[in-house]
Nanobody, 125 residues
Framework: QVQLVESGGGLVQTGGSLRLSCAVS????????MGWFRQAPGKDREFVAA???????NYADSVKGRFTISRDKAKNTVYLQMNSLKPEDTAVYYC???????????????????WGQGTQVTVSS
């Protein structure tokens, strides 16, 4: 059974930083693509970042240059380092695992088959 557990969310002021973690069990992150998404109240879930099995990364334009996705294969954990946070980054953040090594449509929620429960990130102005 595949399980994903996010942690690291919280309340931070504008310009601050947070690092989210996603611990994965039941699937090896080194052989599967992984993604981070977020959902603000009243909005659709949107793509944030993705990392392929080979380590290639992709980012939404809104977070490029501020967020970094990475992974620790030994811990089977994926991270999202978030710097220079803005109030518009406020959302519940979800990690997800893709059944494939790489997906050309990494930005689509339909490409991912297992999701974590989410962790709240709130950025105050």
């Amino acid at each position: 059974q595949v399980q994903l557990v996010e942690s690291g969310g919280g309340l931070v002021q504008t310009g601050g930083s947070l690092r989210l973690s996603c611990a994965v069990s039941g699937r090896t992150i080194s052989t599967n693509a992984m993604g981070w998404f977020r959902q603000a109240p009243g909005k659709d879930r949107e793509f944030v970042a993705a990392i392929s099995w080979s380590g290639n990364t992709n980012y939404a334009d809104s977070v490029k240059g501020r967020f970094t996705i990475s992974r620790d294969k030994a811990k089977n954990t994926v991270y999202l380092q978030m710097n220079s946070l803005k109030p518009e980054d406020t959302a519940v953040y979800y990690c997800a695992t893709n059944p494939s090594r790489y997906s050309g449509s990494y930005y689509l929620t339909s490409e991912y088959d297992y999701w974590g429960q989410g962790t709240q990130v709130t950025v105050s102005s």
